[in-house]
């Protein structure tokens, strides 16, 4: 097995680089953008011929979603465009290709969890960019994993966990918006996915991944403080008092039946994920 990773330096593959070396690949390599900008056709050939990857994961995105609004070429380029070449170039060695995608590719109107094959309709420009490269991917790709993920959190970028403690700091009321719900889910949880993904392959396709159980923004900042012992008041508002570029979407839980039917990893339910984070973030005070 010998993966090549491109997203070097991302929220996602900083924990990724932790993780993957437990399936013991002969060859492991992660490339940031100085080394290989996905945007560019034939130096992702180039670079995907020198290494001979037999998996392909890309990490690499655009992420700023109310940045995206502005600059929605530039996602478009990074987020969609660029996933042609990424996966030609992995057709090319018979390489199996991994994505990420979002739960913004729905419109969030839905009653209850999102299933895998659900109708998209993104309501943002971020949204429509990631829903381009998935569909270049499920057109092109001959062997894929495409994995949706939602209210991803880790250590390598700054969070909401992170807002509310630093707003914390200075602040002994705050309002959060209590009308869009998901499940907060860390890069070690879709990290330890991804390894068992690729170590029982099953059938390839899309698959949706989060921990379990799903929560609002108001619940999420309110466990937060209640965990750190704040004293901090949250008032539950509804997403039209924040004013913000890119809409959001209102529902964004995804049903992960598919995932566990497949036999693989369980994720734990969204407190925990959010305790594990924070207990590291206390270590690391105490260093």
């Not at 492991?28 to 900008?37: A, G, K, N």
């Not at 704040?230 to 039209?240: C, D, G, I």
Request: proline fraction near 4%; charge should be negative.
């Amino acid at each position: 097995m010998r993966i090549l990773c491109f997203g070097k330096n991302g929220l996602l593959s900083t924990e990724l680089q932790k993780w993957l070396p437990e399936l013991n690949p002969s060859e492991l390599t992660f490339l940031d953008r100085s080394e290989c900008d996905i945007t560019d056709e034939q130096l992702v050939k180039k670079i995907v011929g020198k290494y001979q990857p037999t998996i392909v994961i890309n990490a690499a995105a655009y992420t700023k979603v109310d940045q995206c609004e502005d600059e929605e070429a530039l996602a478009t380029s990074i987020n969609g465009t660029a996933l042609k070449f990424l996966v030609e170039a992995s057709n090319e060695h018979n390489a199996i290709f991994v994505h990420f995608s979002t739960d913004y590719v729905f419109d969030g109107q839905k009653i209850g969890p999102y299933e895998e094959d659900d109708e998209t309709n993104p309501i943002s420009a971020y949204g429509r960019s990631k829903l381009l490269g998935e569909t270049i991917i499920k057109e092109r790709a001959k062997r894929f994993y495409i994995m949706r993920v939602q209210w991803v959190f880790g250590p390598a970028k700054g969070n909401f966990i992170d807002t509310m403690l630093k707003l914390a700091e200075n602040r002994d009321e705050l309002n959060v918006v209590n009308d869009q719900v998901g499940s907060p889910t860390s890069t070690t949880s879709i990290s330890k996915a991804v390894v068992n993904l690729l170590h029982n392959m099953p059938e390839f396709g899309i698959y949706h991944f989060r921990t379990l159980n799903h929560c609002s923004w108001y619940d999420y900042a309110t466990y937060i403080f209640e965990k750190q012992g704040l004293q901090v008041k949250v008032n539950p508002v509804p997403s039209t008092e924040f004013k913000t570029k890119a809409e959001r979407p209102k529902n964004s839980v995804l049903n992960i039946a598919k995932w566990i039917y497949a036999d693989l990893y369980t994720p734990l339910n969204w407190q925990r994920d959010v305790d594990e984070y924070l207990s590291t973030l206390s270590l690391a005070e105490k260093h």
